[in-house]
């Protein structure tokens, strides 16, 4: 990308920041005048409820973008529509020769962005796209045989090997910001313009935006070298709680991924392998889209599930008595969040102990969780049910029993999601069918409100 151009937009998608940002240091480096863009995806938001939390933190996360570009000088134009509309229709008015934007490995975004660089181009207008959610991405980590890879620990020693420090340099976009273009006089659409209503975000914690990514970076930093002693346990502050961020790109993988090599302690680098498993899963999408409603592997596609209704249903409302597999689903439906461990706790129940169809859970958890990934989300769902990327798939069963016990032993977690259970002696809150007739009574009470509700821990979980 040598040309200069007169005029680029920039069109952010997944990569709600200023700093160290791929697209938008190319095209003010290579334009004489550069103006971002976000389109807010008529064909993403008509699906979504109207209350859908991701919307609003989105739309919180744009405001505070456009806020900072304008103490600049310059501005964020924000758009409601199909991009394939909205794009072309923007560059022609402001008389662009060019569009930068960050690279998507979505099926659904790929067609998107053909579509528009196909418009564009019917104008003359030039296209590029470049990595910023991964730091290796594409081809860019095979095997030998230049295929690739389709388990995990090969595919983490061979990015360890072609990491470079190259690699996780950042895009200094601030020195080129003479080139931005002078601000608009345009309001952005509320969330009422655009069809939705505000949600509750308060149930987690989470602040939108840049600032919000750097005061939880600036919290986890403080504490990463407890990261692999604690990550596993969802009653303790023991992870980062940057999925969100990252899935918005509010914050930049490499500097994460920079932060975390130069530490080198345990913490840091346990850490470092689970945004590796975040580049992994997104090379399996972008070499088999097909995983999209399928299993990685085809012999496992059409396995026989009885897919009972009303279990799957108590699975999502959080009521199948196994104390730690509800109280993680109503983490989920009241927060939008799951703690990882549980994840892979609650999955595991869905498909290998109710039986029930992979896919089912993959899709609640696409309602649901707000730092909902499509790559991560089908791969983690996949692994679990022993149909994807997974060495030992037979055996990795997750007994939501032992799990409790291990992860959440003085019972804090299902205290707080199952307060119904909080009298119950810590050796029997994670076997509840254990507990005397007089034990189970006040757990009855509670839950119909007559003993009240126990405080929950206001410690992020």
């Given amino acids: 990308m040598s040309k200069r151009y007169r005029m680029a937009l920039v069109w952010l998608r997944r990569d709600l920041r200023l700093d160290d940002h791929a697209a938008f240091y190319h095209a003010l480096k290579l334009s004489e005048a550069a103006a971002p863009v976000f389109v807010f995806d008529a064909a993403i938001l008509d699906a979504l409820p109207r209350d859908d939390r991701r919307v609003d933190f989105i739309h919180q996360s744009v405001a505070a973008l456009k806020a900072e570009l304008n103490a600049l000088g310059g501005d964020l134009l924000v758009r409601h529509g199909l991009p394939a509309d909205e794009i072309p229709k923007l560059a022609a008015q402001l008389g662009a020769d060019a569009v930068f934007c960050n690279r998507d490995y979505e099926p659904a975004a790929r067609e998107r962005d053909a579509e528009v660089a196909r418009r564009l181009s019917e104008r003359g207008i030039a296209f590029h796209a ?6 290796f991405d594409t081809d860019e980590v095979l095997t030998g045989a230049g295929k690739p890879f389709s388990v995990f620990t090969p595919y983490k020693n061979a990015w360890l090997k072609t990491l470079t420090p190259f690699h996780l340099q950042a895009y200094p976009v601030r ?10 006089t345009e309001a952005m659409p509320s969330l009422a313009d655009i069809g939705f209503l505000p949600s509750d975000l308060s149930a987690l914690p989470v602040r939108a935006g840049a600032d919000g990514a750097e005061a939880l970076f600036a919290d986890f930093a403080s504490r990463i070298g407890r990261y692999k002693t604690q990550r596993d346990f969802p009653g303790v502050k023991g992870v980062s709680y940057l999925s969100v961020h990252l899935r918005f790109g509010t914050i930049s993988i490499r500097r994460l991924a920079a932060y ?3 530490d080198g302690g345990e913490g ?3 850490w470092l392998s689970e945004l590796i498993w975040r580049d992994f899963y997104q090379q399996v999408l972008w070499h088999r889209p097909d995983v999209v409603g399928h299993a990685f592997k085809p012999e496992y596609d059409a396995l026989p599930f009885p897919n009972d209704a009303d279990w799957f249903a108590a699975w999502r409302e959080g ?6 597999v509800d109280a993680a689903m109503r983490q989920l439906n009241r927060s939008g969040y799951m703690h990882n461990r549980l994840r892979m706790v609650a999955a595991s129940f869905l498909v290998k102990d109710l039986l029930i169809d992979w896919r089912w859970g993959e899709r609640y958890f696409a309602e649901k969780l707000l730092d909902f990934d499509l790559a991560a989300n089908n791969g983690g769902w996949q692994w679990a049910a022993s149909t994807g990327c997974d060495a030992q798939p037979y055996f990795r069963i997750f007994n939501p029993v032992s799990q409790s016990e291990k992860f959440d032993p003085d019972g804090r977690f299902i205290r707080r999601y199952a307060p ?3 009298r119950l002696p810590d050796k029997l809150i994670h076997a509840p069918w254990q507990a005397k007739p007089e034990q189970l009574r006040d757990c009855l009470l509670i839950r119909s409100g007559r003993l009240g509700r126990i405080p929950g821990d206001p410690v992020i979980d």
């Fill in 268 to 270: 840091a680098m346990t």
């Fill in 319 to 324: 009521r199948t008595g196994y104390p730690l």
């Fill in 130 to 135: 470049a990595k910023d959610q991964a730091i």
């Fill in 175 to 184: 020195r080129y910001l003479d080139a931005l273009l002078p601000r608009q």
């Fill in 420 to 422: 119904e259970l909080a």
């Fill in 260 to 262: 975390a090599w130069h």
